[in-house]
C-alpha cells in the first residue's frame, strides 16, 4: 500500500544520492501500563475489537510527538483517570502476530498509582482493579506482561 | 502518504462495523547493541547519512518477521562479525526528533561478546573496540545511550 511514495523517494534518492532517504515505518508502537496495588493489578474492560470484552492493561498508540514514557502517562490517564509519575520500562513486546490487527511493539511500563481516583475513560468500558487476574482471560500478550513485570520488580 | 489506504479503511469499516480496524504504523522501530569489552565499547563508523562517518553502535532497522532481541542478534552480526546471544533490554529511546529521516524509536539491548571475532560488515565502514568514546562523535543519541546502559549495568 506504499509503494507509491518509496517508489517516489526512491527515484528522488537516485537523481540526488547526497539527500537522506526517509525512515520507513515498519510497526504501530504502543505502550502498557502495569500498576499493582495491595487488591491486585489495574486493568481496563475493552471496549472495541480485538479482544473487546477482556480485560487488558490500561495502555495505547504512542502519538507522533510524544515519548514512549509520555504517552504512558497520557494513556493511563485517560483509561482510568490515574496520575502515574515516572514510569519504568518493564519490558519490550514485539512477536510478530501478537496483535490481529497488523505488527504492533509494546512498551511496557511498570509504576505505582493511587487507585482512590479511579475511573473509566473513553476508550474502556469499565477500569477496576483486579485480584484474580491469573484465572480470567486477559487481551493480547497482557499476562505474560504481568507475569514478567511481578518477576522483576516484587 | 498513506491517505489512499486510510480512506479505503475507513469506508470498509463504516460499511461493516464489526471488522477489525488495522493499525496505523506510527513509527520505525530500530535496535542498537551496547557491547562493552574490557578495552571499550565495539562501535561501527557510519557508511551512509545521516552521521556518516561518525561511529555509532552497531543496529539497525527490525525486520516484520522478528523480535527486537533478533533483530539485535542479526544487526550485530551483520555490522561486526559478533555473535551475541541473550541480549539484555537497556532502554528505550523515543524522543521525536532522534533521528532526522523521521520518526525512530530504538531499543537499546547490552550484550557481552567476545571480540576476536570482530570485523566489519556490509552497512559499517569499519568496526572496532573504542575506549574513548566519550570523547568523539557519536551518531544519534547513542553517547547517551552507552552512558545509560554503563550506569545500569557496570
Redesign the interface.
Known amino acids: 500500500?506504499?509503494n507509491?511514495?518509496w517508489l517516489f523517494n526512491a527515484i528522488k534518492l537516485k537523481e540526488n544520492p547526497?539527500i537522506?532517504?526517509?525512515?520507513?515505518?515498519?510497526?504501530?508502537?504502543t505502550v502498557d501500563c502495569v500498576i499493582f496495588c495491595k487488591e491486585g493489578v489495574v486493568l481496563i474492560k475493552r471496549k472495541n475489537?480485538?479482544f473487546q470484552g477482556d480485560y487488558a492493561l490500561p495502555g495505547g498508540?504512542?502519538?507522533?510527538?510524544?515519548?514512549?514514557?509520555e504517552a504512558c502517562i497520557r494513556e493511563t490517564f485517560e483509561e482510568t483517570g490515574l496520575t502515574i509519575k515516572d514510569p519504568q520500562?518493564a519490558?519490550?513486546y514485539?512477536?510478530?502476530g501478537r496483535?490481529?490487527?497488523?505488527?504492533?511493539?509494546s512498551?511496557a511500563f511498570f509504576a505505582k498509582a493511587d487507585n482512590q481516583s479511579l475511573q473509566a475513560g473513553d476508550d474502556a468500558a469499565e477500569a477496576t482493579v483486579i485480584s484474580d487476574w491469573q484465572n480470567i482471560s486477559l487481551a493480547f500478550d497482557h499476562k505474560k506482561i504481568i507475569r514478567d513485570t511481578l518477576k522483576r520488580h516484587q
Open positions: 500500500m506504499y507509491g511514495f547526497n537522506m532517504q526517509m525512515v520507513r515505518y515498519n510497526c504501530a508502537l475489537p480485538p498508540f504512542v502519538d507522533e510527538d510524544e515519548t514512549a514514557e520500562l519490558g519490550v514485539s512477536s510478530p496483535d490481529p490487527r497488523g505488527r504492533t511493539v512498551i
